[in-house]
Structures are given as structure tokens and as C-alpha cells.
């Protein structure tokens, strides 16, 4: 089965063609960064206003790159949420409006799906339980998933997700947009041990995690200790560099701490990490530390598919082709579609913290 994947949901326009969802045929990624950049981060207006210009040209290259035309795509798998939503809705309109003009089967897809199934394409083929941890720059979770297609959120972020503060402390430190490469890039040169930053600790007792204290610590640091925030061209100072470095392993060790107890709890047969975040080096290499510890195998997607992309979404929708899933005309972009899917009746009302 040819998919032809479709993500708008953030500040990247993709399109790819996946064959029978492990095999990608072609990706393309038209990203929003420079655009965004002077504001420091994502303004949703310019996004969705981009995604209009781009998605065609997008959407034609995947084609062309797979050496198809859409006569040849058996299927469209499209991101539905969650996101911004006049950038979902881009993606949205423009499959549907392919899907019902070729009359092929469309699927709506949720977009931290999609990053589960990054891991699909140069791993082995996942086995479950499965217990994946989601680190972007919209959303932090840790998933246990049974079986294929059945999610509970374990674990989530009481406040902002990892990419954010990654993002936020770059900015205080006037290092640029996105923040998370920089960082990791400065951290190298940093002590990670130089700042002791406490850990977040959730009142309830759950294995939940949070950063906006983390942020706010950096903040102080800052401050008390006069580190002015870089001018253009600066270069970074040793402070600056130990401050990255910290905070990264304060992050870090918060991620894989977590996913380290309830995977120990669990006893999943595959750990996966994946997101915008998962690019990061030294989460890698503590994700890969804490499964050789549990003896667990875990699964990352290449860098490039750990931001955002089509193939990914392509994945998780031959999934849901497979049974017979099927958009009907009314779908639409849907900013709060949520993942979990077992247990959502606990949930109910309590589900006040971004999933
Ligand atoms: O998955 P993604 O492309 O978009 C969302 O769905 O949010 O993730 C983007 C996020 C940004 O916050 C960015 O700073 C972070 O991923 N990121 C990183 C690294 N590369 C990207 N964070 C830490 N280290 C990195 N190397
Ligand atoms: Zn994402």
C-alpha cells in the first residue's frame, strides 16, 4: 500500500510516500525556522499563512522525489491534531479535498502518533508492551502501549514540555531559535555539574514530570549571577556553556529517570524515545545507559525523523488503514485529540495538564 503522508501541525509543511508503513519511498520537509526565528519562536498566523504556499509545491516534490503521480497513491494519511490550529487545518482541507478528488481512503492521524512511529523505519519491527517517552517542543509524555494502537499516558508534564524549556532557557540566553541544538551544541564545552538544579517534585506522588521550576531556577541563575544574554555575534562565555550544560542534565536525567522507574514497573518488551528532543545526544545516550541497565531494547528514529515529518505520519496511518479506518467527509482539524486510549474513563475531569 503507497500512503501519502501529510503534516502542517507545527511550523514544518511535509509530505511523503511511504510503502506498507516501513519503507519510505520519499520525504519532504519544508521548515518554517528562518521564517519564525527573529520572534524567537513559532507565531501561528505566519504558519499557517506558509503552510498555504508550501503545501502544494510540498506535496508535488514527495511525489515527484517517489517517482509517482497521485494515481499511484493507494491511500492519504494526514496529521489532525493536536497542533496550531489554522496549520492543521491546511494540511487538513488539502487531503481532503486530494483524497475525495482521487476517491482513495483518507485517515486522520494523531500527530504524537506519528512520532511513535518514527521508530519504524530503521528499527526493527516494534514489540510490544511498548513503553515510548515524547519529547517535542509541544509535548512531553511517557506512553505504555500493550498492544499495537492502545496508549495510556503514564507519565506526562505537569506544565511546559522539554522542547519549550529547551527553547525558553535559550532564549534568556539570547542563543536563538530553536533552542534545544544550540544548547546541547554549548553544553559539550560545559560542566554539567557546575549548577546543582533541584528536581521538580509532583505533590500527588504520580511519575509525573515538570520543567517550568527548572525554568524558572535558570532564570534566577541568571540573574544573581549576572550572565548577560548574548548580543549577535557574541561568543559564549564558560558560564554560559556550564549553565547549558546543566540544565541539559537536569532535563535529561528528569526524562530518563522516569522512564527508567516505570519501565523497571512495567517490564516492556521495547522502550522507544522519540520527538523533537530526541535529536539530543546526551538523552540518548542515558535513554541507551537505563535500557542496557533494564536490558530492554530501545529504539530511536534518525535525527531527521525525530522533528517533524510526513513518513511518520504515513506510518501511523497504514496502521489504521489496515483496519479499515476511514476519515468520513466531516473530519476536521481537531487541536485537543488526545492519544490516550485506555483508561480514558479515570481520566475523566481530571485531565487539567496538557496530555
Ligand atoms: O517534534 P518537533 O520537531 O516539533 C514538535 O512537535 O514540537 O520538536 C521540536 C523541539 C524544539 O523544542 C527543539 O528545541 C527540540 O525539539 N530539539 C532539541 C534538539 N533538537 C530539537 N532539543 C534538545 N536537543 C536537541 N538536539
Ligand atoms: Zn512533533
Known sequence: MLILGIESSCDETAAAVVRDGREIV?????????????????????????HLEKIEPVVTEALQKANVTVQDIDAIAVTQGPGLIGSLLVGVCYAKALAWGLDIPLVG??????????????????EYPALALIVSGGHTNIFHIPAEGQYKVVSRTRDDAAG?????????????????????KLALDGDASHVKFPRAKISDGRPDLSFSGLKTAVSRYIKENTIDPLQN?????QSIKDLAASFQRSVVSALVDTLEKLAAGLQ????????????????????????????????????????????????????????????????????????????????????????
Not at 492521524?109 to 516494534?126: D, K, L, M, R
Not at 525558553?168 to 546541547?184: D, H, N, Q, T
Not at 555575534?233 to 562565555?237: F, I, N, S, V, W
Open 164 to 184: 519549550e524549556a529547551f527553547d525558553k532557557v535559550a532564549k534568556m540566553l539570547g542563543l536563538g531559535y530553536p533552542g534545544g541544538p544550540i544548547i546541547e
Open 233 to 237: 555575534g557574541d561568543t559564549p562565555t
Open 109 to 126: 492521524v494523531n500527530h504524537i502518533e506519528g512520532h511513535v512511529y518514527s521508530v519504524n523505519f530503521e528499527n526493527p519491527p516494534v
Open 26 to 50: 520519499s520525504s519532504v520537509i519544508a521548515s518554517q525556522i528562518d521564517l519564525h526565528r527573529p520572534w524567537g519562536g513559532v507565531v501561528p498566523e505566519l504558519a499557517s499563512r506558509e
Open 268 to 355: 516492556p518488551k521495547t522502550l522507544i524515545v522519540a520527538g523533537g528532543v530526541a535529536c539530543n545526544m546526551a538523552l540518548r545516550q542515558a535513554a541507551e545507559a537505563a535500557a542496557s541497565r533494564l536490558n530492554i531494547p530501545v529504539c530511536f528514529p534518525s535525527k531527521h525523523l525525530s522533528t517533524d515529518n510526513a513518513a511518520m505520519i504515513a506510518a501511523a496511518g497504514y496502521f489504521h488503514l489496515k483496519h479499515g479506518e476511514r476519515a468520513d467527509p466531516t473530519m476536521t482539524a481537531d487541536i485537543t485529540l488526545r492519544l490516550q486510549n485506555l483508561d480514558v474513563e479515570q481520566l475523566k475531569g481530571k485531565a487539567k495538564y496538557r496530555l
